[in-house]
T-cell receptor, first 113, second 114 residues
Framework: SAVISQKPSRDICQRGTSLTIQCQVD?????MFWYRQQPGQSLTLIAT?????????ESGFVIDKFPISRPNLTFSTLTVSNMSPEDSSIYLC??????????FGPGTRLLVL | QKEVEQDPGPLSVPEGAIVSLNCTYS??????FMWYRQYSRKGPELLMY????GNKEDGRFTAQVDKSSKYISLFIRDSQPSDSATYLC??????????????FGKGTLLTVNP
């Protein structure tokens, strides 16, 4: 599996602002995924990001709120826009190396005040 | 009914105990079954992966799948304090090409006391 890093590891933001989270993989991967992990809730898929195409969003998530970029095969960003306290969560990226399983980054812990 | 149900615990056991963690699911289309371990302030780490009914063993860990009952389990033998973590079950189905969509349980918080 690839080694995945995320930046920032944590942040505290004011409501109404936006934060861009970076995900870097140490090898080329086709598919990358962005998840949200809220306290007491299941890991929830936000969107799937393929290089060279628009991200595919899951029900309940929209591009205006969570724009995603995938400029190459080793990098992706997720922006959380116009944040509210309800966006406080852990955001995780992952890749699947073309297999049935996924490998996760360390996560970004976001607190919105 | 959620697709994947997992008792969130918390579960507290003494060192050396056998731990049993379980998930049930409702979607018979799920093809692959995984267990992830997540330490506090870390990302989930793939622990076990299987695709068929039956048992799969890896050291102190055994993953069990019963597709007829839509039930999966993870057993930890001789549990250690270092096993203290949240354990997440996950299941996947092919969504086209190499896109396998994962559905997770809520996770069970396990504490192994020395």
């Amino acid at each position: 599996s690839a080694v995945i890093s995320q930046k920032p590891s944590r942040d505290i933001c004011q409501r109404g602002t936006s934060l861009t989270i970076q995900c870097q993989v140490d090898s080329q991967v086709t598919m990358m995924f962005w998840y949200r992990q809220q306290p007491g809730q299941s890991l929830t898929l936000i969107a799937t990001a393929n290089q060279g195409s628009e991200a595919t969003y899951e029900s309940g998530f929209v591009i205006d709120k969570f724009p995603i970029s995938r400029p190459n095969l080793t990098f992706s960003t997720l922006t959380v826009s116009n944040m509210s306290p309800e966006d406080s969560s852990i955001y995780l990226c992952s890749e699947n190396s073309g297999s049935e399983t996924q490998y996760f980054g360390p996560g970004t812990r976001l607190l919105v005040l | 009914q959620k697709e994947v149900e997992q008792d969130p615990g918390p579960l507290s056991v003494p060192e050396g105990a056998i731990v049993s963690l379980n998930c049930t699911y409702s979607n018979s289309a799920f093809q692959y079954f995984m267990w992830y371990r997540q330490y506090s302030r870390k990302g989930p780490e793939l622990l076990m992966y299987t695709y068929s009914s039956g048992n799969k063993e890896d050291g102190r860990f055994t993953a069990q799948v019963d597709k007829s009952s839509k039930y999966i389990s993870l057993f930890i033998r001789d549990s250690q304090p270092s096993d203290s973590a949240t354990y997440l079950c996950a299941m996947s189905v092919n969504s086209g090409g190499s896109n396998y969509k994962l559905t997770f349980g809520k996770g069970t918080l396990l504490t192994v006391n020395p």
